[in-house]
Every structure is written in structure tokens, then in C-alpha cells.
């Protein structure tokens, strides 16, 4: 069974950057799928970033698209989240996720999809 741990959430300001971590324990972390969701408050939990096993595929959602990169380094059994030129509306506790998947398994977008979490980092954006 896969843990997962997060690190990097800070309070920045609008159009910062910042690199959330998410470090893996367990013997399986190279056959996980990994995902970022977030969830600001009132909200739902939304998807926003996700990446295949071997880092191949990547996909984002559209409000981070072309400010957020997902990486992963299955020797050190991190995922990292980069964000750029941060906003207010980014503002969220953000999760990271981790699903077993096959090899080529199309990434997956729904939370429902992953069955293991971290407890959340939180970022704050100030305008």
C-alpha cells in the first residue's frame, strides 16, 4: 500500500510560483498513476493535474494549463506539482493522489478514480 505525504504549501503572492511536493512510502510507487486535485473551501475536491507511471502522459485541467507542470521521480518517489504565476483563484488545500494502474492505462481525471490520498498542503494566494 501506497502512502503519500505533501509539502511545499505557502502563503505567496499573486503571480508567485511554487513547487508542491508529494513523497511516496511503499513498494509499488512506479506502478501508480499520480494526480493532483485541490479543493478551495465550500467547493468540491477538482481535478488538476495528473501523470502516467513512467511521466510519458501528462494532462491538466484548463485553468492551470500553461502555469502548472506535474513531474514525478519514481527513484525518489516524489511527484511534484510547479505552478506559475500563481492567483487568487488558486487558493485551495491541494491532494495528492495515487492509483494502480496498468502500464497503459489513459489517465485518469475523476476523483473517484484514486483510491489512495495524501492529508492535503494548503496554498494561499493574495492579491
Known amino acids: 500500500q501506497v502512502r503519500l505525504l505533501e509539502s511545499g504549501g505557502a502563503t505567496v503572492q499573486a503571480g508567485d510560483s511554487l513547487t508542491l511536493s508529494c513523497a511516496a512510502s511503499g513498494r509499488t510507487f512506479e506502478r501508480q498513476a499520480l494526480a493532483w486535485f485541490r479543493q478551495a473551501p465550500g467547493e468540491e475536491r477538482n481535478f488538476v493535474a495528473a501523470?502516467?507511471?513512467?511521466?510519458?502522459?501528462?494532462e491538466y485541467a484548463d485553468s492551470v494549463k500553461g502555469r502548472a507542470t506535474i513531474s514525478r521521480d519514481n527513484d525518489k518517489k516524489t511527484v511534484y506539482l510547479q505552478m506559475n504565476n500563481l492567483k487568487p483563484e488558486d487558493t485551495a488545500v491541494y491532494y495528492c493522489?495515487?492509483?494502480?494502474?496498468?502500464?497503459?492505462?489513459?489517465?485518469?481525471?475523476?476523483?473517484?478514480?484514486?483510491?489512495?490520498w495524501g492529508q492535503g498542503t494548503q496554498v494561499t494566494v493574495s492579491s
Open positions: 501523470i502516467s507511471r513512467n511521466g510519458g502522459n501528462t
Open positions: 493522489a495515487a492509483r494502480a494502474t496498468i502500464l497503459t492505462a489513459p489517465i485518469a481525471t475523476a476523483a473517484s478514480d484514486y483510491g489512495v
